[in-house]
């Protein structure tokens, strides 16, 4: 299975520019999206292949990466972007990554 | 508006079967595949498998083969997951996915709370 790799959590302030990655442990190309997920919620999609905004998501979300290692930036963030952020890979057989915890100071 | 509603929460013995639902709404149901996610605390999230709405065929993880069944019922544009011999791993939320063209989840159901316990 391609496992991938994000940091556990992190805490910025609201206005600040926010970026969290997640790493392949195999190429997967561009095939890399991210949910946002709040309690109690059901997972949202954000960003699909790396870089593309989903519908209705905010351009302060945006993605890059390639290959093994991913972003996921939020500029800037605000209070209601408290929320697990997940990555997923689906160019090898689908795999999620364990999820980073935003807090806001 | 695009939307899959879940069946609800199901509280089952451990041995038995439960069988949840995904209700499509909002789009053409045959146009895309559904997938099923299974989430835990301690696992996180994990991919069940998917179903082609159009033609049956399924494609699971293979963690989940003999575990999960995947069925589908295009005229009321549901999908179906039923899980069998349970046990209290099997204890967790399960979601429904709408896969877009890149093979994400574009929309999710509300999820089902699946509670095994004697």
């Known amino acids: 299975d391609t496992v991938l790799t994000q940091s556990p959590a992190l805490a910025v302030s609201p206005g600040e520019r926010v970026s969290i990655s997640c790493r392949a442990s195999?190429?997967?190309?561009?095939?890399m999206h991210w949910y946002q997920q709040k309690p109690g919620q059901q997972p949202k999609l954000l960003i699909y292949k790396a870089s593309n905004l989903a519908s209705g998501v905010p351009a302060r979300f945006s993605g890059s990466g390639s290959g093994t290692d991913f972003t996921l930036t939020i500029d800037p963030v605000e209070a209601d972007d408290t929320a697990t952020y997940f990555c997923q890979q689906s160019w090898n057989d689908p795999t999620f990554g364990a999820g980073t915890k935003l807090e806001l100071k | 508006q695009v939307q899959l509603q879940q069946s609800g929460a199901e509280l089952a013995k451990p041995g038995s079967s439960v069988k949840i639902s995904c209700k499509a709404s909002g789009y053409t149901f045959t146009s895309y595949y559904i997938s099923w996610i299974k989430q835990t605390t301690g696992q996180g999230l994990e991919y069940i498998g998917y179903?082609?709405?159009?033609?049956?065929?399924?494609n699971y993880n293979e963690k989940f083969k003999g575990k999960a069944t995947l069925t589908v019922d295009k005229s009321s544009s549901t999908a179906f997951m039923q899980l069998s011999s349970l046990t209290p791993d099997d204890s967790a939320v399960y979601y429904c996915?709408?896969?877009?063209?890149?093979?994400?989840?574009?929309?999710w159901g509300q999820g089902v709370m699946v509670t095994v316990s004697s």
């Open positions: 195999e190429g997967v190309n561009s095939y």
């Open positions: 179903i082609n709405t159009g033609s049956g065929g399924t």
């Open positions: 996915a709408r896969l877009g063209a890149n093979w994400e989840g574009d929309y």
